[in-house]
């Protein structure tokens, strides 16, 4: 490894490997837009289930789905990068290893938005007075 990465610098162990973990996201947020999209999607409705006063299952849901679009959304840039270095040069094999990382990413994307809706409704007929039953 080079002398300047930071693995030289900060050894081994727990700190050591938070360091690395957030250099990871740092690279991710400073080269992918997307993930700054993701950031900001999360926020709206971070705040906006704030403003709702959605109820621990819905916040449960939500984390889950936040974590998972941002963790595929890094796991993708991860293959981007595996793939550039292995393969600067059109291949299939390359090709095919970066749609399917990308298509992981829709598919959390669809899921965190199928999630949305469904608190949202499940907000709605709150917000109507629906009956336990109903909801
Ligand atoms: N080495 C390659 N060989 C064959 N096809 C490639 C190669 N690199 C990229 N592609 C094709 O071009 C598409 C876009 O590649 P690119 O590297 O720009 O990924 P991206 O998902 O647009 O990245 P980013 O999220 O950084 O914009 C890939 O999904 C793939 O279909």
Redesign the pocket.
């Known amino acids: 490894m080079p002398t300047s990465d930071n693995r030289a610098r900060r050894g081994h162990g727990l700190a050591a490997a938070f360091g690395y973990a957030f250099d990871g996201f740092a690279a991710a947020w400073q080269?992918?837009p997307?993930l700054r999209i993701h950031a900001v999607v999360a926020a709206v409705v971070v705040a906006a289930g704030i403003v709702a006063r959605l109820p621990l299952w819905a916040w449960t849901a939500i984390a889950f789905a936040i974590a998972l679009v941002v963790t595929t959304e890094l796991v993708?840039?991860a293959i981007?990068s595996l793939?550039?270095l292995a393969?600067?040069?059109?291949?299939?094999l390359?090709?095919r290893a970066?749609?399917v990382s990308?298509a992981a990413v829709l598919i959390s994307v669809l899921g965190a938005v199928a999630v949305g809706l469904l608190i949202a409704a499940w907000a709605a007929a709150r917000a109507g007075g629906a009956s336990p039953g109903m909801i």
């Open positions: 080269t992918q997307n993708n840039t981007e793939v550039d393969s600067p040069g059109e291949h299939p390359a090709r970066k749609d990308a």
